[in-house]
Nanobody
Framework: QVQLVESGGGSVQAGGSLRLSCAASGYTHSSNSMGWFRQAPGKEREGVAAIYTGNGKTYYRDSVKGRFTISQDNAKNTVYLQMNSLKPEDTAMYYC????????????????????????WGQGTQVTVSS
């Protein structure tokens, strides 16, 4: 049973930083796609960033490029999302997602967005950015 547990959300002022963590357990495949999605009230879920653990390849949506960084710690089976220069429009519930054995980062690079074709999802962590 794959489990994803997010942490690190909170409230910050615009320009501040937060680091989200996603601890994964329950699978042993070495090459997986790990992604972060977000959903604000009244808006559709959108893919924010992803990493393919097989080779470290990453994807970012345009609005977070240069501000967010996704990284992995294979020893801890944990993926991080470092969020800097936060803006009020970054306010949302952030979800960690995992797809075992598939390279969805490559798919995102082909289609221009991160598809929500992840099989496993966390419960979410709230990020609130005030102006």
């Amino acid at each position: 049973q794959v489990q994803l547990v997010e942490s690190g959300g909170g409230s910050v002022q615009a320009g501040g930083s937060l680091r989200l963590s996603c601890a994964a357990s329950g699978y042993t495949h070495s090459s997986n796609s790990m992604g972060w999605f977000r959903q604000a009230p009244g808006k559709e879920r959108e893919g924010v960033a992803a990493i393919y653990t097989g080779n470290g390849k990453t994807y970012y949506r345009d609005s977070v490029k240069g501000r967010f960084t996704i990284s992995q710690d294979n020893a801890k089976n944990t993926v991080y999302l470092q969020m800097n220069s936060l803006k009020p429009e970054d306010t949302a519930m952030y979800y960690c997602a995992a797809e075992v054995g598939e390279d969805l980062v490559q798919v995102a690079q082909w289609v221009g967005y991160l598809p929500p074709h992840f099989g496993y999802w966390g419960q979410g962590t709230q990020v609130t950015v005030s102006s």
